[in-house]
Every structure is written in C-alpha cells, then in structure tokens.
C-alpha cells in the first residue's frame, strides 16, 4: 500500500491503460513533503497541492501523461483497489503537519470484475465520474524540521464527518 505514479494511456471502449512506473515518496525524512513543505509553508501556512506540482517535484517533464495512485490492495488478495488523488490540501506549523487528501476512487474490484491485467499493464474502465474520498492525516514535520513520519489526525470531537 503507498503512493505509486502510473503512466495512463486512453484505449478502446472508453477504457485507460495504467502501467506502474513506480513509489511517489511523500513521508518521511527523504520524501517530497520534507524537501518541500518548509520552504512553501514558509510563505502561508495553509496550502494546496497538485498531482501535477508532487509529479514536477518527483522530476516527471511531462507531468499530464501521468496519474499519482493510492493503491489500497493487499499483496495476497484478487482484489483491485485504486484512488486516483485529486489533491492534498494541509496546514504546516512549526513541527505539524495536517493534511486532507482528496481521491477519485478508479477501481474497487472483488476478485478483478472490470479490471484487466496484461503486459504489465492494467486496463480499467473510465474513472473521472466515480464516488470521491477524503482522507485526513498528520506529519511530524513542518517549517522548523521534524521525522516526517505519518500519524493520526487530533479529533477532539471524538467523530468523523464524511
């Protein structure tokens, strides 16, 4: 499970090509979020970004051929399951960071229903209309250092409102 870039091809029948180029390393000490966020936290503490601005940073010229996954599927299961990130939005301070991700659910297939495999590629269905997710974390990092490393958001409400 983890971020991964894929290249995205349009095929017949309304149909996309994903083929897994491999991991977009956000967290931690050495990913995007600790090479960037200071220095963009810097200027506004609340930001927002793009798949295109995290392919950029991860060195992709070409950044529209190209889709960021979050890929949910166990390694000993025939299930398929891909969010396509729309974008991250978060709030970095002194040693917090507090993101909400937004998602496009391209694939929740039981047992590879609608999904094809060949070649090293996997051809689902047009995703853009699907149900879309939020999901919201924290970092241990922000403008004055920290791990980076991933953590529960505070929920002082003791409820989440989806």
């Not at 995290?54 to 969010?83: H, R, Y």
């Not at 999901?135 to 922000?142: D, F, P, S, Y």
């Amino acid at each position: 499970m983890g971020f991964d870039i894929y290249r995205i091809k349009s095929v017949e029948g309304n149909r996309f090509a994903l083929g897994r180029v491999g991991p977009l390393p956000l967290g931690g000490p050495g990913g995007l979020f600790a090479q960037h966020l200071p220095a963009l936290a810097a200027d506004d503490e609340n930001w927002t970004l793009s798949p295109a601005t995290l392919l950029e940073w991860a060195g992709f010229a070409d950044p529209e051929a190209f889709a960021i996954f979050f890929d949910l599927t166990a390694k000993a299961s025939d299930q398929v399951n891909l969010l396509e990130l729309v974008a991250i939005n978060g709030r970095t301070v002194s040693l917090l960071t507090d993101v909400v991700f937004h998602f496009k659910v391209a694939v929740a297939s039981r047992n590879g229903k609608g999904v094809e495999q060949k070649e090293g590629e996997l051809y689902i269905p047009n995703w853009r209309e699907s149900p879309e997710r939020f999901e919201h974390l924290r970092i241990t990092g922000g403008t004055r250092g920290g791990t980076w490393a991933w953590g529960e958001p505070p929920n002082s409400a003791s409820a989440t409102v989806l």
